[in-house]
Structures are given as C-alpha cells and as structure tokens.
C-alpha cells in the first residue's frame, strides 16, 4: 500500500512562508505524478500544484502562481511545497497526493492520498 505523509504546517502570521513535505513510502516518486491540494471549511478541495515524475514539469493554480514553489528530492523521495507571501486565505488542510495524469489538479485523478497538514495564515 502506497503511504504519503505530509509535515510542515502550522500557524504564520500574513506573508510570511512555510515549507510543507510530502514523504513517501512503498513507492518511488519519480513513478508517479504528485500533487497538492487544500480543503478549507466548508469549501471544496482544490489542486495547488503538481509534479511529474518523469520530466519534473510544474504546474500551478492562479492562485498560487508566482508564490508557491513545487520541488522534489528524489534521494529523499519527498516532495515539497515552498509557500512565500502568504495569505489569509491560504489557511485550509494541505493535502499531498499521488496519481498518474501530469499536470492534473483534480483531486479525482488521484488515488493515494496523505492524511493532510493544517496550515492557518492569521494574525
């Protein structure tokens, strides 16, 4: 069974950063397309930003572009998401994920998911 542990998130006042990890485990990431995504209260989950295993193309919601960072450390086999100037509305679980379709950010193209992250941007 494919695991994926995400680590990083926390409380940080508006614009400033955190790094979130997605580490895996009983499989290798360069197999795979791996993806974040991020659930507010009440609101529907949505795609961040993805990586391809294979070609490490990148790929961003318009939300995110410009401030958030996608990268993978494949001797790690962990996959981060740098998140700079950050926003209010940033604050959601952050969830990492593992699927097959690059360049997908829609959670259900994915099929092995972590348990998720609590990140809160408040001041």
């Known amino acids: 069974q494919w695991q994926l542990v995400e680590s990083g998130g926390d409380l940080v006042q508006p614009g400033g950063s955190l790094r979130l990890s997605c580490a895996a485990s009983?499989?290798?990431?360069?197999?795979?397309?791996i993806g974040w995504f991020r659930q507010a209260p009440g609101k529907e989950r949505e795609g961040v930003s993805c990586?391809?295993?294979?070609?490490?193309?990148?790929y961003y919601a318009d939300s995110v572009k410009g401030r958030f960072t996608i990268s993978r450390d494949y001797a790690k086999n962990v996959v981060y998401l740098q998140m700079n100037s950050l926003k209010p509305e940033d604050t959601a679980v952050y969830y990492c994920?593992?699927?097959?379709?690059?360049?997908?950010?829609?959670?259900?193209?994915?099929?092995?998911w972590g348990q998720g992250t609590q990140v809160t941007v408040s001041s």
């Open positions: 994920a593992a699927g097959i379709k690059v360049g997908s950010l829609y959670p259900e193209e994915y099929d092995y």
């Open positions: 990586i391809s295993g294979s070609d490490w193309a990148t």
């Open positions: 009983k499989f290798t990431l360069d197999s795979s397309v």
